[in-house]
């Protein structure tokens, strides 16, 4: 592949790196990058990078990693991409997530196959050349791309990436590659002071690979002085004014701004050519309504069985919040323990939410709190497993007491969740659910085609299990109604409570495609229901 030109200009990429420790917030840092350079009228493309050996991130336990994020294609991804999504208001693709353990099966089976004509394969130039043919392809026709590299620099398994990137100057032309690198600094409590050293050791692991930043963000949990900035410049050789101080913030909406306001942003001038002057008043008002002092505050209850790990349910809170900014009222969010939860913790919200999960951990709880919604008028909102637990609890209240899903007792007599054609015995095989976008048409006149104010809808999707239709009848003793399916009416998308103050479930994802400047009308209508309720 060669070097791409768009509009007579030469493609420009960004690279994302990181040091000390992942987690500092690589993915926010490139994200805001991101919005910075659309800011100026620039088109972005954005992809993560993990060197990890999985093929997708769809196997791995959101209790380390955190939400699977998945795409509209259909690619079970980290969660960066969604924060990617939510930053750029863009959808993208599984080009977006590049991991180690794909390109390493394609690498393998190619050469099964025979494609390498008796030569060596070799992780240099075989898969550093895979992973740079894997950015051009992400690519596409952006003016500027940005790469995120997963994981820390030094790690075994990144060694590829990084020598890959530090390559690809070569293939495009430094001029047309940014290097940023992120590390952290920790304070030391007892001397109170922060400490530079394993920085300066971060920063020195990526110049003994062969590539000296252009830009360092340093991550601090409190504000650090200006004279770390100065040590960290004078260790790396950065300039002091490439060099962005990034504190821990009260809203990662912030970032964009902080990063506009510091020597970052001339370079991106410098290195992009564009000297249109970034329109970021969209971010300024979005913390403006964020830290508004709201009249009413409402509690909504998350009823999860992953409570050590926010970043497990990251969409959900994110779609909440932007609904809660839309509808211009304070957010309180009760985690629910699924597995310990009593109807007090239920009535003690003002609405509740029951995300998506696998496994029977938690569920009665979850089917409890589907039933209290029910029988109370308690604003609900259910996203993929939250359907079928309203589902379950529906049938139970029109007497079905065994009713239940396959995937939480096998031999139930009352099926009323159970799989999908096609899916037995894929049980705990990857990428195998279904997954992605798919459209469904809702029935005119119910809640849910209020909201999206039209009745042919698409979302994305991650599940395997569907609503047994032979049990219709029950469920709608139980105070459900089907108001959504597939458009060949096979599979059931939506269900609602019709005389409840709101009421709504999906088989879907809808938290995928909320937006902080675009909140996603199911969650804008929980919000409202539960505001109006409450007067
Ligand atoms: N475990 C359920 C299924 O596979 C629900 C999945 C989910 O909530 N994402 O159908």
Redesign the pocket.
């Known amino acids: 592949m060669e070097d791409k030109t768009v509009m007579g200009k030469k493609q420009k990429y960004i690279f994302v790196t990181g040091g000390v420790l992942s987690g500092v917030g690589k993915g926010i840092t490139a994200a805001s990058i991101g919005a910075i350079l659309q800011a100026k009228g620039m088109s972005v493309s954005i992809q993560k990078c993990d060197p990890y050996l999985n093929v997708d991130a769809g196997l791995l336990n959101p209790k380390e990693h955190g939400e699977c994020f998945v795409t509209k294609d259909g690619a079970e991804t980290d969660l960066d991409l969604g924060h990617y999504e939510r930053f750029l208001g863009i959808e993208v693709t599984q080009k977006s997530a590049t991991l180690a353990g794909k390109l390493l099966a394609d690498l393998i089976a190619d050469e099964r196959a025979g494609k390498f004509g008796g030569h060596t394969v070799q992780l240099v130039p075989h898969l550093t050349g895979a992973i740079q043919n894997a950015i051009q392809s992400a690519a596409g026709d952006s003016d500027v791309h940005i790469v995120e590299i997963g994981g820390t620099v030094g790690d075994y398994e990144g060694l590829s990436f990084i020598e890959a990137i530090r390559e690809f100057a070569g293939r495009v032309g430094r001029e047309n590659c940014l290097y940023v690198h992120v590390v952290y600094v920790p304070f030391i409590g007892t001397s109170k002071e922060f400490k530079t050293k394993p920085a300066q050791n971060a920063l020195n692991d990526l110049r003994g690979f062969g590539i000296v930043p252009d830009c360092v963000g340093v991550r601090t949990d409190d504000p650090a002085p200006e004279s770390i900035g100065n040590k960290i410049s004078q260790f790396s050789g950065v300039a002091r004014d490439s060099v962005v101080l990034l504190p821990n913030v009260d809203t990662v909406y912030r970032v964009p701004l902080t990063i506009a306001k510091s020597g970052i942003y001339d370079v991106l001038v410098r290195f992009t050519g564009n000297k249109k002057e970034a329109d970021l008043s969209k971010w300024s008002e979005i913390i403006a309504s964020q830290s508004a002092n709201y009249a009413e505050n409402i509690t909504v209850g998350l009823v999860a069985k992953y409570m050590d790990n926010e970043d497990t349910y990251i969409s959900v809170l994110e779609a909440l919040k932007a609904a809660a900014w839309q509808v211009g009222v304070g957010l309180k969010i009760k985690w629910i323990n699924a597995e310990l939860a009593q109807p007090v913790d239920f009535d003690s919200v003002d609405g509740l939410l029951i995300p998506?999960?696998?496994g029977p951990r938690g569920i009665e709880g979850k089917i409890a709190a589907a039933d209290y919604a029910l029988s109370h008028n308690k604003p609900y909102l259910g996203?993929?497993?939250g359907l079928?637990v309203a589902v379950i609890a529906a049938a139970r209240r029109a007497g079905l007491s065994a009713a239940n899903s396959t995937?939480f007792q096998i031999d139930t007599p009352e099926d009323v969740i159970y799989l999908m054609d096609g899916q037995a015995g894929k049980e705990s095989t990857g990428g195998t659910?279904r997954l992605g976008d798919y459209p469904a048409k809702l029935k005119a006149e119910s809640a849910v085609s209020k909201l999206y104010g039209k009745t042919n809808i698409v979302e994305r999707h991650?599940?395997?299990?569907e609503v047994n239709k032979k049990f219709i009848k029950q469920i709608e003793d139980g105070g459900l109604v089907v108001s959504g399916t597939s458009p060949d009416g096979k599979l059931v998308e939506f269900v609602e409570a019709p005389k409840a103050s709101f009421f709504v479930a999906t088989q879907a994802?809808p938290e995928f495609k909320s937006r902080p400047f675009a909140a996603h009308p199911l969650f804008v209508g929980f919000m409202q229901a539960i505001k109006d309720k409450s007067k």
């Not at 991650?462 to 299990?465: A, C, D, K």
């Open positions: 998506g999960g696998f996203l993929c497993l079928q995937e659910l991650r599940h395997r299990y994802h």
